[in-house]
């Protein structure tokens, strides 16, 4: 178990592009954080710079309270004392099980005996006891995966490192290892920074969930307050599917720009002036009217996932008393919304 310390870490790849700008991040002992954000937010990025596969250009990391980058120190990633899984290639094809496992444990020269039996109890951690000598061709891809996962736990490492570790795996499968993993990592009480472009599985796994966007933190916290409080428009639609509509909010209530809607000022919280409201899916319900035409309707336990173009806006909502079907009219209503205050880039624009 560790804790992980990012303080001001900035990456700036040899071409000039900015990987990371100004990450501060204090990862507890056992905690288990996601990473998440748009395609190109900074997410491997510093998941590689925590590794050691990346030098922070400025900035310093400590894990455990011991500098590993950054004010002249740099510790390779071997030593580094962690473990780590990721999509693909995890398992090298050419070696057994069993010797994949041990891997780690062969390069900090542990004796032939102890290995065996370290890799041993790390695989039947995962379910797979017995399966030293098995070829991973002749494994199903949630199997290799355990193997990759096996080889990550079997040096007992400070921290554990994924990168989109599950996301190769068809559900339910997926599902089911999400589980495992969680029950694992919790038992052990590892640390664990777990990048993925799967939002619900961010919000299921993690204490605390670090949206990036741009190589930047835009919101670190809890999953139920990047749902509930995001702060920002941006981390609201991403994480929550919010409709964005911009407009003006005073005490009288919003009034969208180039749009119908209307709200009274006690249903709009948040900031006043020219703003971009945020209105989540749990906010609408839909009954048959006239305000806009259904586009999606998907069945789903909890209610249909509908979506509608709604005067050119698109908004996503559930539905439990009507599966609409697509091209019916509905009458939308809009119970709350936040308003954050528009950029200037944003204003200029409009
Ligand atoms: N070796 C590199 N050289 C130059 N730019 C790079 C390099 N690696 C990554 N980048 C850039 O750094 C930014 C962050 O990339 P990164 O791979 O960390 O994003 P990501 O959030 O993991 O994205 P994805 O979800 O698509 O994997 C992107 O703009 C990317 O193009």
Request: aromatic share 4%.
């Amino acid at each position: 178990m560790a804790t992980v310390s990012l303080d001001r870490v900035d990456v700036r790849f040899p071409d000039g592009t900015a990987g990371l700008s100004d990450i501060s991040l204090d990862v507890r002992d056992g905690e288990f954080v996601a990473l998440v954000g748009a395609s190109g937010s900074g997410k491997t990025t510093l998941l590689r710079t925590v590794a050691g596969f990346l030098r922070p250009s400025g900035g310093a990391i400590a894990i455990d309270g011991t500098p590993v980058a950054g004010g002249g120190a740099f510790v390779e990633p071997e030593h580094r004392g962690l473990g780590m899984v990721f999509q693909q290639h995890a398992v090298w094809p050419h070696w057994s099980v069993g010797r994949n496992v041990e891997y780690p444990l062969r390069m900090r020269g542990e004796a032939r005996a102890r290995r065996r039996e370290l890799a041993t109890a790390a695989l039947e951690r995962v379910g797979l006891g017995g399966f030293e000598r098995r070829d991973p061709a002749t494994l199903s891809g949630g199997q290799r995966q355990r193997v990759a996962i096996a080889r990550a736990l079997v040096g007992e490492p400070r921290v554990l490192l994924l990168d989109e570790a599950l996301s190769a795996l068809d559900e339910p499968l997926r599902d089911r290892l999400r589980l495992e993993l969680h029950a694992l990592t919790r038992e052990l009480g590892l640390t664990v920074i777990h990048v993925t472009h799967d939002r619900d599985e961010a919000l299921a796994l993690a204490d605390r969930v670090v949206m990036l966007d741009g190589g930047r933190i835009v919101q670190a916290g809890a999953p139920e307050e990047l749902v509930e409080r995001p702060a920002t428009a941006d981390v609201a639609r991403f994480l929550s599917d919010a409709a964005l509509i911009e407009g003006c909010a005073d005490d009288a209530g919003f009034a969208a720009t180039n749009h119908p809607l209307r709200l009274p000022a006690p249903s709009v919280s948040g900031a006043r002036g020219t703003v971009t409201l945020a209105v989540l899916p749990e906010a609408i319900s839909i009954e048959p009217g006239d305000d806009a035409v259904v586009t999606a309707s998907l069945y789903g336990r909890d209610g249909s996932d509908v979506v509608l173009d709604w005067a050119g806006v698109a908004v996503r909502c559930r539905s439990r008393a009507h599966r609409p079907k697509v091209g019916d009219r509905m009458r939308v209503s809009v119970a709350r919304a936040i308003a954050y205050p528009l950029a200037i880039d944003e204003q200029e624009a409009a």
